[in-house]
């Protein structure tokens, strides 16, 4: 069975930089062709993708936040890490991190974690 | 970017009904479209991969088709549960992105 769970602060202050941990179960990120990917929905709006990491250490980053994004994996602890510098109210979300399947070589989400409200505000 | 557009936004129904949400991307994706469904305060379930294969568990009064740009996910006999919001998305490209939900509420 698998499951996810994010981990992390409720409440970080403008400029700072937020460290969200997913601890899953159910799955290793050393078999090939497994994932874990990030996706946070602002309140009241429609999902955003963030961020995804695969077995093989590949990473993928939304070009919109490429450049404030870090996704790490800790194989043994079966734990991926999201880290977001720089953060502004405009960023306050719900967190949820994914299990991504191969599908034919392209990668869907198919179990979710709970997700995680990060409220940004000084 | 890939944009996945879904109509209608909103949609009112009855209880026994069959419903039908469209998502259109802005460029071809083959088959590669996902489904989720959502419910207030919950995070998104898994409904549908492949355009038309269902995740495991899923009831099959639940279906999706389309290739290409246009897809539907098709609900049939509506039930109280069921009543929540629908996302697309494409997962053909990076980013992969969502569409902007349709939220299917009780008549």
């Known amino acids: 069975q698998i499951t996810l769970k994010e981990s992390g602060p409720t409440l970080v202050k403008p400029t700072q930089t937020l460290t969200l941990t997913c601890t899953f179960s159910?799955?290793?990120?050393?078999?090939?062709?497994?994932?874990v990917g990030w996706v946070r929905q602002p309140p009241g709006k429609a999902l955003e993708w963030l961020a995804l990491?695969?077995?093989?250490?590949?990473?993928r980053y939304s070009p919109s936040l490429k450049s404030r994004l870090t996704i790490t994996k800790d194989t043994p602890k079966n734990q991926v890490v999201l880290t977001m510098t720089n953060m502004d109210p405009v960023d306050t979300a719900t967190y949820y991190c994914?299990?991504?399947?191969?599908?034919?070589?392209?990668?869907?989400?198919?179990?979710w974690g709970q997700g995680t409200l990060v409220t940004v505000s000084s | 970017d890939i944009q996945m557009t879904q109509s209608p936004s909103s949609l009112s129904a009855s209880v026994g009904d069959r419903v039908t949400i469209t998502c259109r991307a802005s460029?071809?994706?083959?088959?590669?479209l996902a489904w989720f469904q959502q419910k207030p305060g919950k995070a998104p379930k898994s409904l549908i991969y492949?355009?038309?294969s269902l995740q495991n568990g899923v009831p099959s009064k639940f279906s999706g088709s389309g290739s290409g740009t246009d897809f539907t996910l098709t609900i049939s006999s509506l039930q109280p549960e069921d009543f929540a919001t629908y996302y697309c998305?494409?997962?053909?490209?990076?980013?992969?992105?969502f569409g902007q939900g349709t939220k299917l509420e009780i008549k």
């Open positions: 994914a299990h991504t399947r191969s599908d034919y070589g392209k990668y869907y989400f198919d179990y």
């Open positions: 159910g799955f290793s990120l050393s078999t090939s062709g497994v994932g």
């Open positions: 990491i695969y077995w093989d250490d590949d990473e």
């Open positions: 460029q071809g994706i083959s088959k590669f």
């Open positions: 492949a355009a038309s």
């Open positions: 998305q494409q997962y053909n490209s990076y980013p992969p992105t």
